[in-house]
């Protein structure tokens, strides 16, 4: 398959006529679609793809917190003014450095 990609690549390229490189393109595209879908068939059992796909699900269903980049549990989760999900400990950090300590005076 992969030669008639090739093949069907460099005809396009040396084809003068447009409506001939037309229906060689079309080809080419129907060819690199069976070739995505027979690379996908094959990997579908490689276990990295498969243990990619189970970080993926577990992803969704958890948040990012965006301040240590860590899965949040919505459950223990805080909110920030934007309504991003917190780990409480982050959020307690945020609202630490946010708190100015009051200034002092020195008596003259």
Known sequence: MEDQIRSLCQQIVAERDES???SLIVK????LHQHVEQLRARLET?????????RIHFDQRFPLCPVCQEFVELTTARTNEDGQALHDD?????LKSTVRAPETTVPA
Request: hydrophobic fraction near 35%.
């Open 20 to 22: 001939k490189a037309t």
């Open 46 to 54: 490689y276990p990295a793809v498969i243990e990619r796909r189970k």
């Open 90 to 94: 982050c959020h307690i950090g945020i």
């Open 28 to 31: 080419l595209r129907n060819e």
